[in-house]
Every structure is written in structure tokens, then in C-alpha cells.
């Protein structure tokens, strides 16, 4: 069944191109999240504090949830405050978001056990996704179509989890 889950680890530009790789996720969409009002752009989240977020829609007979984040969390530096890789600012802050309940204990369950191994506290916002905006076109796909365009994540770096 498809399932969707709203990962915020950074620039989206290579968050997006890391989960295309994963099998299961059936689709990936670049986009902004929980942010202060229900409609921004991409020079306008300094002021409307939407973080940068990709839309991952999944089948869940395929993969589950729980390896899902483990790969964002392999990708990201959890305990960093909007920052990730070169990128500083709120809209790069570290978040997971999700549309129900059940989901959002799953992630808190999976951040709470997380933190039992790490000294540092870890900075992952885990919410309700309060809105959701497509971002412009020319965001979408943007490794594909710009090649050497700059990436935090190492996309031939993708773990056994």
C-alpha cells in the first residue's frame, strides 16, 4: 500500500535524488513544509520559515517505514540546527513529517531510540505536517537535469540498513 512521509534533511535537491534510489519509494516530490503560512516560493522561506522538505511516497509492502529513516538519518548530521552540509538557515533545518498519529509515534519511537546511542542531543523536528507546498519546476528532478549541481549527500553512498 502507499504510504507517504515528509523528509526535511537540508537542501531537498539531494534529498530527493538519494530516496529515487531506494527501493520501494515509488515517488519523490521537492517541496516546503511546515512553514508559517500556506503558500511560498523558494526566495520567500526566510520569511515564511518552510523548510525545504521532499515528499516521499512509498509502498509499504516494499519497504518499511522504519528503513526509511534509517536512511535519512545515515544522510543527515541529526544533531545539527539549520544547517546540512554547506547550507545554513531555518529552511534547512532536519525534520520529519508526517499526516497521522500512528505514523508520528513510529518516528518518535524511532528518534527516542536513536538517541539511547548518541551523547549529543538529537535536533530532528518530528510533527504533524501543517502544510505542504509543491516547490517551482525547475526544483524538481534537479540533479537529473543539472548533473554537477551541488549535493550535502553522497548519492553513490547508499548503506545496507
Known amino acids: 500500500m502507499k504510504q507517504t512521509i515528509y ?14 534510489n531506494i527501493e520501494g519509494v515509488v515517488e519523490t516530490e521537492a517541496g516546503y513544509a511546515n512553514g508559517k503560512t500556506t503558500d511560498t516560493f523558494y526566495e520567500n522561506l526566510k520569511n515564511t520559515d518552510h523548510a525545504e522538505t521532499v515528499k516521499v511516497t512509498y509502498d509499504d509492502s516494499l519497504i518499511s517505514l522504519s528503513k526509511l529513516l534509517e536512511y535519512f538519518y545515515y544522510i543527515i548530521d541529526p544533531f545539527s540546527i539549520d544547517k546540512q552540509g ?6 534547512y533545518r532536519t525534520g520529519i513529517y508526517a499526516t497521522d498519529k500512528n505514523t508520528l509515534e513510529e518516528v518518535k519511537s524511532f ?14 523536528e518530528v510533527e504533524e505536517i501543517k502544510n505542504y507546498i509543491k516547490a517551482e519546476e525547475y526544483h524538481q528532478d534537479y540533479l537529473k537535469k543539472n ?4 549535493c550535502h549527500v553522497n548519492l553513490l553512498d547508499v548503506p545496507e540498513v
Open 7 to 20: 523528509l526535511a534533511g537540508g537542501c531537498f535537491w539531494g534529498v530527493d535524488a538519494y530516496f529515487k
Open 147 to 150: 548533473p554537477n549541481g551541488y
Open 111 to 124: 528518534i527516542e531510540d536513536k538517541q539511547k546511542d548518541e551523547d549529543k542531543k538529537i535536533q530532528i
Open 86 to 91: 554547506a547550507d545554513t538557515g531555518r529552511q
